[in-house]
């Protein structure tokens, strides 16, 4: 099945022209750079490029996992996408040996089979985001921590240190996740010593627990120490927004409502269904066993609703909800396995009910997978619309860069505002953060972005970018799609409006890629006055 998904997204890729957009390009264009650098250049030289050119907040192994399969495969934006399918895979393993751990083989096998039919999850597998990656680092942690024993083996012990390092420089928000889960094996710790803290952590657990720490440590560091400022400036942005800000997207909340329809119902089902078999019928035993697994998937969904996040981080957990789903699906066949009495046919009972259940899944999956994407954009799927071959982006960007450079030039350009609304703003200023070329691109700007603040005076600019999809019938509609920035972005079209008779249209550039896969045309206004 890891291999059919493999194969899969490698064939999606192949027909699919549309280019990386927004953070996703960025990362992108980070990696390649830092790739480039690593060919050309001693190795010193390119930690100072990495640390010059990667403006994230978040950690960077979105950006080293892509570099370690640029060698196998070159460096395009598919290679990029298909890094996270390696991440899937961890999953799909994680997951196996995870449900095998906590009861059975029989639950490993259905907690890794259920996981191809999560909605949703194959785009997320061929999509450069860090959700797959985080997911991977949650289940092998846990993994890892359920086998250490809770830190009494060194070497999982060691390798729990590892994983969560490896997590934490994925997402800042990794420990959001691991850590009730912590907290839930201590509990159930101090419980069965009766609270004798001595007997739970003794000399061997505390050199561990140490031993662990220290190789967190050693991994996140130089990138967290380095980058401290902006971790707090970014926090303290996000914290501001998701406390302002009830709805973040209509794609947020289709997303949400399809995974709670489809994937959620049969955990909420299972939970209902151990807590009772366990608390009143007291019928096995081994569903025990389910309950810090129950409690930390709980745990994680109302930290994560209280904080000022947005329901797109209940996506890493998803995976990890399978083992409940796999557990449900184990404990029902078992159950008709002893209305039969064929317990001798177990094996078989198993193999004619997984071929049923995988050919309903296939269809049903298929059928709302495309709903899924098709919540994410209308032209994701679309393959035969002739829009743009938009994986030709770049040669458009190099010409965007091309003609900036020459105006700097010849005209001596230093100031120059870009009010477009896609991924080009990003990545054109990615192109002169070492250059002596001031540029801001309000519009690519997440929330209460500083760059707003920016634009105080804007004849102050020497080149102002604009397009067709800015003119005036357009700009309502423009702004429709960005309800949060309405107020600025209303503001900087007024101030341009008032200020576009002291510039002149110097250069047009025609079908160039702008907002939502679309082509345009980009004008080029040059200041006026402006000494050549």
Same mark, same amino acid.
């Given at each position: ?338 209305? @039969? %009495?064929? *317990? =001798?046919? $177990?094996? #078989? ?11 309903? +899944?296939? /269809? ?119 309800? @949060? %920035?309405? *107020? =600025?972005? $209303?503001? #900087? ?11 002149? +249209?110097? /250069? ?25």
């Amino acid at each position: 099945m890891s291999i059919f998904i493999i194969i899969n997204n490698c064939n999606i890729l192949k027909k699919d022209n549309r280019s990386l957009q927004e953070d996703s390009f960025g990362y992108f264009f980070i990696s390649k750079h830092m790739y480039k650098s690593l060919q050309e250049e001693p190795f010193t030289q390119t930690i100072k490029n990495f640390n010059d050119i990667y403006f994230k907040s978040d950690p960077p192994m979105i950006v080293f996992q892509a570099i370690l399969l640029y060698p196998l495969f070159g460096a395009t934006q598919d290679t990029a996408l298909l890094s996270i399918s390696f991440s899937f895979i961890l999953i799909v393993f994680g997951l196996y040996f995870l449900g095998e751990k906590i009861i059975n083989v029989y639950v490993g096998f259905f907690s890794a089979f259920f996981v191809f039919f999560i909605p949703g999850i194959r785009y997320f597998s061929r999509n450069f985001n860090s959700a797959i990656i985080l997911s991977s680092f949650i289940i092998l942690s846990a993994l890892f921590l359920l086998h250490s024993k809770f830190f009494k083996k060194r070497n999982f012990s060691i390798l729990f240190g590892i994983s969560f390092a490896l997590g934490m420089m994925t997402k800042i928000t990794f420990f959001i996740y691991i850590t009730p889960l912590i907290v839930i094996l201590i509990l159930q710790k101090l419980i069965d010593k009766k609270f004798n803290i001595k007997n739970v952590f003794n000399n061997k657990r505390i050199k561990n627990i140490f031993l662990s720490l220290i190789i967190i440590f050693l991994i996140i560091s130089p990138w967290y120490f380095s980058n401290i400022n902006k971790i707090t400036t970014s926090s303290k942005v996000v914290f501001q927004v998701g406390k302002n800000i009830q709805k973040i997207t209509d794609v947020d909340y289709s997303i949400y409502y399809i995974l709670l329809r489809i994937f959620l119902i049969p955990t909420i089902i299972g939970i209902i269904y151990f807590f009772i078999t366990e608390n009143i019928f007291k019928i096995k035993k081994q569903n025990k066993k389910y309950t810090p697994i129950i409690i930390w998937i709980i745990s994680c969904i109302l930290i994560l609703k209280i904080l000022p996040s947005n329901n797109r981080y209940i996506v890493p957990l998803l995976p990890l909800m399978c083992i409940i789903i796999g557990g449900l699906y184990f404990e029902i066949i078992e159950k008709i396995i002893y209305i @039969i %009495k064929k *317990e =001798k046919n $177990k094996s #078989i009972i198993f193999i004619i009910f997984t071929f049923v259940l995988l050919t309903f +899944l296939l /269809k049903y999956t298929d059928k709302n997978d495309s709903k899924f994407v098709n919540t994410l954009g209308n032209n994701y799927y679309n393959y035969e619309t002739g829009i743009i071959n938009s994986k030709k982006f770049e040669i458009n960007h190099k010409n965007i860069h091309d003609t900036i450079q020459n105006l700097h030039d010849e005209k001596n350009i230093t100031n120059v505002l870009m009010m477009q609304f896609s991924h080009l703003g990003e990545v054109i200023k990615l192109s002169y953060r070492e250059g002596d070329i001031i540029f801001h691109s309000p519009f690519s700007c997440e929330p209460m972005c500083n760059e707003y603040n920016l634009i105080k005076n804007i004849d102050e600019y020497d080149l102002i970018i604009d397009s067709d999809i800015n003119f005036p019938e357009n700009k309502q509609n423009m702004i429709s799609n960005f309800p @949060i %920035k309405e *107020e =600025k972005i $209303k503001n #900087i079209f007024t101030r341009w409006q008032e200020n576009k008779e002291k510039y002149e +249209l110097i /250069k047009k550039l025609e079908n160039v890629p702008l907002y939502n896969f679309q082509n345009g045309t980009l004008y080029f206004y040059i200041k006026k006055n402006i000494n050549s």
